[in-house]
């Protein structure tokens, strides 16, 4: 499929620019599918951001497209495998026949869904292969995994660059699979802190969703699947909400395997009335925009792009101490940090942001100003830039 609304825009654009070289860096994303997470909205900023005049951009979509699709503002071509449930050993081949039919100069697969894709690269031919690790899922929390270690050490030697993107990630790289440092290149996602911005008046909005004025809002953003722990926020939100006087609800926003469950432990902790299941939104902006904090009880997680973009957003965190979070959250500073299933803990640093509005204004604040310092969009997307720059430098072989 081609994403055609933009053509007229690129052609203006290319004309005024008269002079500039027609010859593009064709780059070949792979992911698992574009649903709506920050991966995937990591992929969409690096194809909005670097420059039209300079790059074009397939997607190969291992399972299926998805929403995100929509928030990219280039043609792009999209091909789909549609890849079912459990093992299909022709994938890396139907990964390569695409390949082969585009002719890409860079292939750039992402996390564990997408290693067909170096092996579809591989077969094709393609030098120039870059893989990122963003985070680890449920099935292998702490990326230890006899399997997925021996496939990723075994691929490695293909692999120009392993792109992780905290500092736990890629000391794994390193120490626990074993790949050769000069071939980890750490870069941090990157968020555009010109659409996350903090509110004006989160009263009105919250108004709109039918939350008082004055009533007290945790927010969470992300996919409802086992890895973020959702079980655990619920239990947490429970201990919290019992004992303050307070007006106290949790906005949760996506979709995923867990919401049926989550809505039956909800009624067993009776806490249905205060508990938003708001579904999948194209508008997050606006809902970071209509909470008061913004949490995060995952048990692991690489740089979560949620969680920047509510920092971006004026929010103070409450977050699990796994993966990358340490890297952006500062206890103290920007938010709380707590074990993973940390109940109490969790419930604790909820009941002190809710007792104290200055104690959430100045943590807000700060949480805004490490963004902008450490975590923008252009510092992001200018490294992907001299990455791919780089690796294309010697021209096509």
């Not at 230890?144 to 293909?158: D, G, H, Q, T």
């Not at 609800?249 to 938003?276: A, H, P």
Request: charged share 25%; proline share 4%; glycine share 8%.
């Amino acid at each position: 499929m081609d994403i055609s609304s933009h053509r007229e825009r690129e052609k203006a654009c290319g004309e005024s620019q008269g002079m500039r070289a027609t010859r593009k860096t064709h780059i070949l994303h792979i992911v698992n599918s574009l649903q709506v997470g920050g991966m995937e909205q990591v992929v969409v900023n690096i194809i909005n951001e670097l420059d039209p005049f300079r790059y074009r951009h397939s997607i190969c979509c291992i399972q299926s497209t998805g929403p995100m699709v929509d928030r990219i503002s280039f043609p792009v071509k999209i091909y789909t495998i549609g890849k079912k449930a459990g093992p299909d050993y022709l994938i890396p081949f139907k990964i390569a026949r695409i390949i082969r039919k585009i002719d890409p100069d860079v292939v750039h697969t992402r996390n564990w869904g997408a290693v067909d894709g170096v092996l579809g690269a591989i077969l094709a031919g393609v030098k120039a292969v870059v893989h990122d690790e963003h985070g680890r899922d449920a099935a292998d929390p702490d990326g230890i995994n006899v399997k997925r270690r021996f496939i990723r050490k075994a691929l490695s030697y293909r692999i120009c660059r392993f792109i992780p993107v905290s500092a736990d990630l890629e000391k794994w790289l390193v120490d626990v699979v074993g790949i050769a440092p000069a071939k980890v290149q750490k870069i941090h996602n990157g968020v555009d802190t010109m659409l996350f911005h903090p509110a004006d008046d989160r009263g009105e909005k919250r108004e709109k969703l039918g939350m008082e004025n004055d009533s007290f809002v945790i927010g969470f953003v992300g996919r409802l699947d086992p890895v973020k722990d959702l079980a655990t926020l619920l239990r947490s939100f429970a201990l919290f909400s019992s004992n303050l006087q307070r007006k106290t609800y949790l906005y949760v926003v996506g979709k995923g395997s867990e919401l049926e469950s989550l809505k039956k432990l909800c009624n067993e902790l009776e806490i249905s009335s205060k508990v938003f299941f708001a579904g999948e939104c194209n508008d997050i902006p606006a809902v970071m925009r209509c909470i008061d904090i913004f949490t995060l009880t995952s048990i692991a997680e690489g740089i979560p792009m949620t969680v920047l973009e509510a920092m971006a957003s004026g929010l103070p965190v409450v977050a699990t101490d796994v993966g990358g979070l340490k890297e952006i959250v500062e206890p103290y500073g920007t938010g709380f940090l707590t074990p993973a299933r940390g109940v109490e803990e969790i419930a604790a640093a909820f009941t002190a942001y809710a007792n104290d509005p200055e104690l959430v204004s100045c943590h807000g604040k700060n949480a805004r100003k490490k963004v902008e310092r450490d975590f923008s969009i252009h510092s992001m997307v200018a490294q992907y830039d001299a990455l791919y720059m780089s690796l294309f430098a010697g021209g096509r072989s």
